[in-house]
């Protein structure tokens, strides 16, 4: 999407300026109208004539769509018009982008258009799945009921992130502090403890030369080192934005264990869960699989899922190419294919969800188990090293001693 500024009139007659994102200027233009804004002046922005425009708390969490969409619920049970409980939300909402895009569909409803059709308009800040639940609401007339089972989802989906975040949170922490420390013992310490021990005219030990040689080069050739370090990570970002990239280092998470049981667990919880959401608001299972696809962080179970969905149109079970992708246990599978034949499909689903949201944190507790040992040695190796680069000296020159 391109950018475009834009002058216009608002619905009172006041002057506006502001940026909008669209395919084309034409598009632009019509979700300008759309708003209720009068347009005057609309250009193409560049690089250089881009507003640097920072929005608080970036786009909305899970966590604010929960609160949304629970705030939601409650207003319509009290009896407020949906206009009004748009403009209410878009009042008290603390996420910049989230306000904006509420209040813009509080102007398009008021046009005449449909909750589901304006919440579209805005996809970086209300996913599909959202949609498709309002959208199913509003076609059933259950809205409440669909925005409550979304609350729930992200509710969900925020827990299971959360968990995730925070057992990463020591391993980084404890990696920088580690960082911290190598860089002060290579560029301070060790070169003042070699210093000493060349005055007293000691000959080195090969370890001692070493860290000492690695001290040196940070020290007098950091500004060569520095950039290359910098392209090495500028490298690797574009790559992994790549479809080579993305692939690489998503098959390389499936192929350490202790991610491979994470991710998997992780997937089957999502997808047991969205699936139920979708299914009860009587969203089609085909549309339902291809949006569950969609909300995937893994390349691999967005296209095992895709794959899925080309199955069930030939007429295939869901739970066969679940099975055959291999990137499943067999429960999820197992479960599926029960309620298929049954005819509880969601039930089914609903029950993997919440056995699978207890397997992410029994996942997330083993993985911080088995991480903090292998922290612990790597670090005990390093610092083994220095400590050795710092005796070694000593000990030979006690030797020397000890032969006099």
């Known amino acids: 999407m391109a950018a475009f500024g834009y002058e216009a009139l608002d619905s009172a007659g006041k002057n506006v300026k502001g940026s909008i994102e669209a395919d084309s200027i ?11 804004l009068v347009v005057l002046d609309i250009t193409k922005q560049s690089l250089f004539t881009k507003d640097l425009n920072f929005k608080i708390g970036g786009y909305p969490t899970p966590r604010d769509l929960s609160v949304f969409c629970r705030q939601f619920v409650s207003m319509s049970k009290a009896g407020v018009t949906l206009v009004d409980t748009l403009k209410m939300l878009s009042e008290q909402t603390e996420n910049e982008r989230l306000q904006e895009a509420t209040e813009g569909v509080r102007v398009s409803v008021e046009k005449g258009e449909t909750l589901a059709h304006s919440l579209e308009a805005y996809p970086k800040i209300f996913p599909e799945l959202l949609v498709k639940m309002v959208a199913a609401g509003e076609a059933s007339g259950s809205l409440e009921v669909a925005l409550e089972r979304m609350a729930i989802h992200f509710e969900k989906s925020a827990k299971t992130k959360a968990l995730v975040k925070k057992a990463m949170i020591y391993p980084i922490a404890v990696c920088c502090v580690a960082i911290g420390v190598v860089i002060v013992m290579l560029t301070v310490v060790i070169p003042n403890y070699t210093d000493m021990f060349a005055d007293m005219g000691t000959e080195l030990p090969a370890i001692t030369k070493a860290v000492a040689a690695c001290s040196d080069f940070i020290i007098t050739k950091w500004f060569i080192l520095l950039p290359i370090i910098i392209v090495i990570a500028v490298l690797l970002k574009m790559f992994a934005q790549t479809d080579q990239g993305i692939h690489f280092f998503h098959k390389m ?11 998997m667990k992780q997937a089957s919880s999502q997808v047991a869960r969205t699936m139920c959401t979708l299914l009860a608001a009587g969203v089609p299972l085909v549309e339902a699989v291809n949006i569950v696809s969609e909300t995937m962080d893994n390349v691999y179970y967005k296209e095992a899922l895709q794959n899925c969905k080309n199955e069930i149109i030939i007429g295939q079970p869901f739970s066969r ?66 400590v050795g680069a710092c005796m070694a000296p000593m ?10």
């Open 26 to 36: 034409e598009q632009a233009r019509q979700e300008l109208k759309r708003q209720g």
């Open 253 to 263: 998470q499936l192929s350490i264990p202790m991610f491979r049981n994470l991710i």
């Open 321 to 386: 190419p679940l099975q055959e992708c291999g990137l499943f246990p067999p429960m999820v599978y197992h479960m599926t294919r029960i309620g298929e034949e049954t005819g509880n499909t969601e039930e089914m689903l609903s029950t993997l969800a919440d056995y699978y949201d207890e397997e992410v944190e029994v996942a997330v507790q083993a993985f911080m188990a088995a991480l903090e040992p292998m922290i612990i040695i790597v670090l005990a190796g390093v610092v083994l090293v220095l």
């Open 395 to 404: 000990l030979t020159m006690y030797q020397a001693l000890d032969q006099l």
